[in-house]
């Protein structure tokens, strides 16, 4: 379980919150970086997002198929169907 951090923002009038630097520095999140959102019952969650496979969600040797990030591993499973 991830320890809580301790740190409060509030909200602007926009539905906005600042993440302090600490965190996106330490999460290596920077300007212009894509930061994905999920909820579930118990919160809400923000990681930096990282563009993975379709099929598995791995993140290294992607490649583009039809708009789609697939890995090797994948790519090779479906060329056996």
Request: one cysteine or more; charged letters at 30%; hydrophobic letters at 35%.
């Amino acid at each position: 379980m991830k320890k809580a951090s301790g740190i409060v923002r509030q909200l602007d009038q926009l539905g906005r919150v600042v993440l302090p630097i600490e965190m996106r520095r330490s999460l290596d999140i920077g300007v212009r970086d894509r930061v994905e959102i999920t909820a579930d019952n118990s919160g809400i969650t923000l990681r930096k997002h990282e563009t993975a496979c379709v099929f598995c969600g791995a993140v290294r040797g992607l490649k583009d198929y039809q708009g789609k990030k697939i890995c090797e591993s994948c790519a090779r499973e479906i060329g056996k169907l």
